[in-house]
């Protein structure tokens, strides 16, 4: 049997030319750092005598062993996967809903909504984060009838109000996703479900919903990644209400720590909430792309 035809690859001076800044960018600002960090976890910090100079030594899995005995970081960790488990779904459900209606033949104005529902994402999430702080805070906000009686700062809202931003600043975002891939579907399709007697909604619900599967799929990945690295919205919260401690979620409890200075258990702590959410998400991913791509 005769080998298959192999084409030599030509001009690979231009593939390293094209390849190379990106390659060099890609190991400075990402590699390095994540094995920095890594290599940080294994140092500890020892002292010769009571108030001798503090010297950095290798300590193995010292910082690992910290990490698990600290409740404070799984109480943590528990508390963003409940935001996840309610904010996501209702995000990419809003997320989906914008999106079919956009492309709905119905929806007039497609264009001024499109860039309506997109604004939010435009404002950085420190901005967004003081705004809505100002409108739960029961002597700020303009809506004192309704801050007064509900305290939206407390500690049994306060982790919902910050999913109010976050949902509110990155709808719109994930809602573009969708909206591209829907606006990928090749016309002929929607003709034969016409075709067959189909009305809009059973267009949405049998057709469209099916062909973006992917699109939903990946902005679920991107979502997933997100909650388990919120940072700026509680840090700003902090100001607003003292329900959000420093150890709130994982990365302000990450921030916490190295600002102590405690430089190798912050970094023990973001190489577990790493590998946490690369888990969570190649798990996610798994169950989900038999179904996506049927």
């Known amino acids: 049997m005769s080998r298959p035809f192999r084409r030599r690859v030509q001009h690979k001076g231009a593939i390293a030319i094209f390849i190379g800044p990106f390659a060099a960018l890609f190991t400075l600002f990402y590699l390095l750092p994540v094995a920095y960090a890594v290599w940080q976890s294994t140092r500890t910090v020892e002292r010769s005598g009571t108030f001798g100079?503090?010297?950095?030594?290798?300590?193995?899995?010292?910082?690992?062993?910290?990490?698990?005995?600290?409740?404070?970081?799984?109480?943590?960790?528990?508390?963003?996967?409940?935001?996840?488990?309610?904010?996501?779904?209702?995000m990419l459900g809003v997320a989906l809903l914008l999106a079919l209606l956009l492309d709905s033949p119905v929806v007039k104005g497609a264009r001024f909504f499109r860039l309506a529902f997109f604004a939010p994402y435009a404002v950085p999430g420190v901005i967004a984060a003081i705004m809505w702080g100002f409108l739960y805070s029961p002597n700020l906000s303009p809506f004192t009838g309704v801050t007064r009686e509900v305290d939206f700062l407390g500690s049994g809202l306060v982790l919902w109000s910050i999913?109010?931003?976050?949902?509110?600043?990155?709808?719109?975002?994930?809602?573009?996703?969708?909206?591209?891939?829907?606006?990928?579907?090749?016309?002929?399709?929607?003709?034969?479900?016409?075709?067959?007697?189909?009305?809009?909604?059973?267009?949405?619900?049998?057709?469209?919903?099916?062909?973006?599967?992917?699109?939903?799929?990946?902005?679920?990945?991107?979502?997933?990644?997100?909650?388990?690295?919120?940072?700026?919205?509680?840090?700003?919260?902090?100001?607003?209400?003292?329900?959000?401690?420093?150890?709130?979620?994982?990365?302000?409890?990450?921030?916490?720590?190295?600002?102590?200075?405690?430089?190798?258990?912050?970094?023990?702590?973001?190489?577990?909430?790493?590998?946490?959410t690369f888990v969570l998400s190649f798990t996610f991913l798994k169950l989900t792309q038999r179904r996506a791509f049927q």
């Not at 010292?62 to 904010?87: H, K, M, P």
């Open 53 to 90: 100079p503090a010297e950095e030594v290798f300590g193995g899995l010292t910082q690992y062993r910290e990490v698990i005995a600290d409740e404070a970081f799984w109480g943590s960790v528990g508390r963003v996967l409940l935001f996840g488990v309610v904010q996501v779904p209702v």
């Open 163 to 276: 999913a109010n931003v976050v949902t509110w600043v990155y709808v719109g975002y994930n809602m573009l996703i969708i909206y591209s891939s829907l606006l990928a579907i090749p016309g002929e399709v929607y003709e034969a479900a016409l075709l067959d007697g189909a009305g809009q909604w059973r267009i949405a619900w049998s057709v469209k919903i099916p062909l973006v599967l992917p699109a939903i799929i990946l902005t679920g990945v991107f979502s997933i990644i997100g909650t388990l690295q919120l940072l700026a919205e509680p840090q700003v919260f902090r100001t607003f209400s003292t329900a959000v401690t420093s150890d709130y979620t994982p990365n302000l409890l990450v921030y916490t720590t190295a600002a102590v200075p405690n430089q190798p258990l912050a970094a023990a702590f973001s190489v577990v909430l790493a590998l946490a």
